[in-house]
C-alpha cells in the first residue's frame, strides 16, 4: 500500500529548486504519487532529479527560468498559467542571495 493517501495521476506540479535538498526530496514524492514534475530551473546542467523520476517510471521535464530574472518569470507565468491546464501546484523552493548595500 502507499504512503500516499491520494494519487495525483495526470496532474502536473511545478517545483523550483528541485535540482538539489528538498526540493529534490518533493519532485520525487509527488512524482512517486503519480504527478507529473515540470522542475523549473536555472539551466539544465543538472538533470540528476529529472533522471531519477524517469528511471522510476514517472514523466518530468525542465523549464528553464532564473527565478532573479523578472524577464525569465515573465516568460514562465504563460506557461505556468496557460500551456498545460492540468496543474495541480507550484511549489517554490528556491533561495535568493542579494548583495549587502
Do not use: W, Y
Not at 37 to 61: F, H, M, P, S, Y
Amino acid at each position: 500500500m502507499s504512503r500516499f493517501p491520494i494519487r495525483l495521476i495526470k496532474l502536473i506540479n511545478r517545483i523550483t529548486g528541485a535540482t538539489r535538498g528538498i526540493g529534490s526530496r518533493m519532485a520525487l514524492a509527488l512524482s512517486k504519487a503519480g504527478a507529473d514534475i515540470i522542475l523549473v530551473q536555472r539551466n539544465t546542467t543538472n538533470t540528476t532529479t529529472k533522471e531519477t523520476i524517469e528511471q522510476a517510471g514517472g514523466k518530468a521535464d525542465i523549464v528553464v527560468c532564473d527565478l532573479a530574472s523578472k524577464e525569465d518569470v515573465a516568460k514562465l507565468i504563460p506557461h505556468v498559467t496557460g500551456e498545460l491546464k492540468r496543474t495541480l501546484d507550484i511549489v517554490v523552493n528556491c533561495g535568493m542571495s542579494r548583495p549587502r548595500t
